[in-house]
């Protein structure tokens, strides 16, 4: 199995992903509530995300913090979703690459799932500082 090396592989990384999960129990409602039945907006959003965190590459413009803060407010996100979604994503990126990059991917996923929550959680309160 070969690495992720580069935008192309990113691309079929988030369409694999989200394909799995659209029909996922624990968080497919999450994001078929969310996106809905139009993914053409969110998917190249990921694509730039991820090629920002990835390759440093610029395109990417936004705060996964305050998307995941506003969305807690309509649906209440939970550690399991966020655990859920990290299994998932850990999943997908094994099933198609190996190597440092993959395992680059991982790390950063996992580290964002605990930010992200972690805030969310804190936006609960009145100790929340973006």
Not at 2 to 16: G, H, P
Not at 52 to 76: A, C, N, T
Request: no cysteine; glycine share 4%.
């Amino acid at each position: 199995m070969r690495d992720i090396e580069n935008k192309d592989d990113i691309e079929i990384l988030i369409n694999s992903f989200y394909e799995k999960v659209k029909k996922d129990e624990k968080i497919g409602f999450i994001f078929n509530d969310t996106v809905g039945n139009d993914w053409s907006h969110h998917l190249p959003v990921m694509y730039h995300f991820w090629d920002m965190v990835l390759f440093s590459k610029p395109g990417y413009e936004g705060s996964p913090v305050r998307k995941h803060v506003e969305l807690d407010k309509h649906i209440k996100l939970e550690k399991e979703h966020f655990d859920r979604w990290l299994e998932l994503w850990n999943g997908t990126i094994d099933a198609l690459y190996a190597g440092e990059m993959a395992d680059h991917a991982k790390n950063k996923a996992a580290l964002m799932a605990n930010l992200i929550h972690l805030k969310v959680e804190m936006s609960r309160t009145d100790n929340f500082i973006q």
